[in-house]
C-alpha cells in the first residue's frame, strides 16, 4: 500500500501544480460576453446559452412531448406479459422506441425544421417568432393524442380560458395531459397484450393442478407456449403495427 502511495504522489503533485498553472491565467471563454457593448455579441451568447438549456432538457421533450411515451410502455408491456425478465434488453427496447420516434415524428419535425430551425439560422426569424413556428407543429401532433377531458383539468386548475384554436393552447397545461393521455393509452394496449399471455398461464395452472403437479412452478412450463404463440403469431410485427395505426 505504501508502495502505491509512493507511486502516486509525484502524479498528485503534477496535477495540483498543473491545476494551479491553469486557474493562475486568465481564462477566455470566446463568444460569450454578456457584459459588452455589442449588441450581436451579446444576442449570440444568449444564442448559445439558449442552445445548451435546450441540450440539457432534451430528454425530457422527447420523452414528454413525442410519442415515446407509449412505445417504450407497450414494449414493457409485452416484455413483462412474456416473462422473459430481461429479453430483450433495456437497451433493445429504448433504441426500438427512439428509432419508431423519430420515424412516426418524421413528418413533424420536417415542419420545425422548415418553418422554425431554418429561418431562425437564416436570421429571417427572432428567437420567440421561431419558437411560436416550432411549437405549433407540436401542439397539432399533441393535440390530436390528448383527450379533452385530461386537457380540461389542467385549464381548469389554472383558469385558463377555453381555448378557440390548438395555437393557442398554452405548453403547460397541453405537455401533462398529453402525457396522461399517452399513459392511459398504453396501458388499454398493454391490458389486450396480457389477455392470451394470461389465457395461457390459467390452462397450464390447471392442468398441472389436475396432475397433481403443485410443486412444479406454472410460469417454467408455460413460457415456451407463450413465446412460440408469440413467434407464430409475428409478435413484434403487430405490436408495432398496431403502434403505427395508433398514431
Known sequence: MFRKLSILTPLLLFGFISIVHATSTTPIIPGI????????????????ILFITILSIAPAILVLMTCFTRIIVVLGFVRTALGTQQSPPNQVLIGLALF?????????????????????????????????????????FMAKQTREKDLQIFLDYAKIKQPKNITDIPLTALVPAYAISELKSAFQMGFMIFIPFLVIDMIVSSVLMSMGMMMLPPVMISLPFKILLFILVDGWSLIVKSLLMSF
Open 33 to 48: 460576453d454578456l457584459g459588452s457593448n455589442d449588441p450581436a455579441g451579446v444576442s449570440n451568447s444568449l444564442s448559445i
Open 100 to 140: 419508431l420516434t423519430f420515424f412516426i415524428m418524421g413528418p413533424t419535425f420536417s415542419q420545425i425544421n422548415q418553418n422554425a430551425f431554418q429561418p431562425f439560422m437564416d436570421g429571417k426569424m427572432g428567437q420567440q417568432e421561431a419558437f411560436k413556428a416550432a411549437a405549433s407543429p407540436l401542439k397539432e
